[in-house]
């Protein structure tokens, strides 16, 4: 489902208790009498049994006037293990009356970053990635039991949409050829897989991005010998050790996690890409502990 761009959907306050998703409204062209309205329903798994629950949406006063907020209690987050979603409905109402209805699905993921470390559910975790180079001929259900993450250029809708029903994390690499990246980043940020955003480091921008992808890790790729090209606000750097002579120079003078790429040989299936990840990381074990293997 493709983002309405008359509505952001984002969430924060995640906890085991609780956690709170908002809807904000954008590009009214008149805003007089308009207020936002709905429900939140879920969670849904297509591979677990749930018991849903329906959430209202409620405006937050002396707020945005455009700002609605559901509370939902023991929130089920998103997860490569449990890819539970919820459904929002959104109500455009005019003075009153219901203008336009949207539905989105939205995954609660707890996917964070804290010093040089990832974390999902409240632990460490060390990312592991492939790279797609052919997406229409990838098997999904292979995929996913390896537990890589999959590192695609400009991933489709149908790919997100599969992924996000199976539990398979995706890392998006938005190229230059974006002429609206903000509007690439919406469309992008409504799809539970999709966890990271990579950006060219010619992107400074990416505090004001973030507004629009609030729930995207907003990252860059550098295949040099320094880190100066890349934005301070970014989350994440994914480095190609191939192209870079000393990456212990690097890890030490990084300010956020680093995610350590190499190229391997395409024709590699998804098995032995999954061994490659690990050999990444047995050869950079004496530089240090990254906060990720991309292979």
């Known amino acids: 489902?493709?983002?309405?761009?008359?509505?952001?959907?984002?969430?924060?306050?995640?906890?085991?208790?609780?956690?709170?998703?908002?809807?904000?409204?954008?590009?009214?062209a008149d805003t007089e009498g308009v207020t936002l309205q709905g429900t939140v329903q879920g969670p849904e798994c297509h591979n677990a049994t749930t018991l849903p629950a329906t959430i209202p949406l409620r405006t937050v006063h002396g707020a945005d006037p455009f700002?609605?907020?559901?509370?939902?209690?023991?929130?089920c987050c998103w997860s490569p293990h449990l890819p539970a979603t919820y459904r929002v409905r959104v109500e455009i109402v005019r003075k009153d009356i219901v203008v336009a209805v949207s539905e989105h699905t939205v995954g609660l993921k707890s996917l964070h970053t804290d010093e040089n470390s990832l974390y999902l559910e409240s632990r460490r975790w060390v990312l592991r990635a492939a790279y797609l180079s052919k997406p229409n001929e990838v098997n999904?259900?292979?995929?996913?039991?390896?537990?890589?993450?999959?590192?695609?250029?400009?991933?489709?809708?149908?790919?997100?949409?599969?992924?996000?029903?199976?539990?398979i994390l995706i890392i998006g690499s938005i190229t230059n050829a974006s002429h609206d990246i903000a509007a690439r980043l919406r469309e992008l940020s409504?799809?539970?897989?999709?966890?990271?955003?990579?950006?060219?480091?010619?992107?400074?921008?990416?505090?004001?991005?973030?507004?629009?992808?609030?729930?995207?890790?907003?990252?860059?790729?550098?295949?040099?010998?320094?880190?100066?090209?890349?934005?301070?606000?970014?989350?994440?750097?994914?480095?190609?050790?191939?192209?870079?002579?000393d990456?212990?120079?690097?890890?030490?003078?990084?300010?956020?996690?680093?995610?350590?790429?190499?190229?391997?040989?395409?024709?590699?299936?998804?098995?032995?890409?999954?061994?490659?990840?690990?050999?990444?990381?047995?050869?950079?074990?004496?530089?240090?502990?990254f906060a990720g293997y991309c292979v």
């Open 247 to 289: 990456l212990s120079a690097i890890s030490a003078q990084s300010y956020c996690p680093i995610i350590a790429t190499r190229q391997v040989e395409t024709e590699l299936n998804i098995t032995n890409r999954r061994t490659a990840c690990d050999h990444l990381q047995r050869d950079l074990a004496p530089i240090g502990d």
């Open 140 to 167: 999904l259900n292979a995929w996913r039991k390896t537990g890589l993450a999959m590192y695609v250029e400009e991933p489709s809708e149908k790919l997100c949409q599969q992924a996000s029903e199976l539990g």
């Open 190 to 245: 409504c799809w539970p897989a999709l966890a990271i955003a990579v950006l060219d480091p010619s992107v400074q921008n990416l505090a004001h991005l973030s507004r629009f992808a609030p729930n995207l890790l907003l990252a860059q790729h550098i295949d040099g010998e320094s880190l100066n090209q890349v934005c301070p606000d970014c989350a994440l750097v994914f480095a190609d050790v191939s192209k870079i002579s």
């Open 67 to 75: 700002l609605a907020k559901a509370v939902v209690p023991d929130p």
């Open 1 to 28: 489902m493709s983002a309405d761009t008359r509505v952001d959907i984002f969430y924060n306050e995640v906890s085991s208790l609780s956690a709170s998703i908002y809807v904000r409204g954008n590009d009214f």
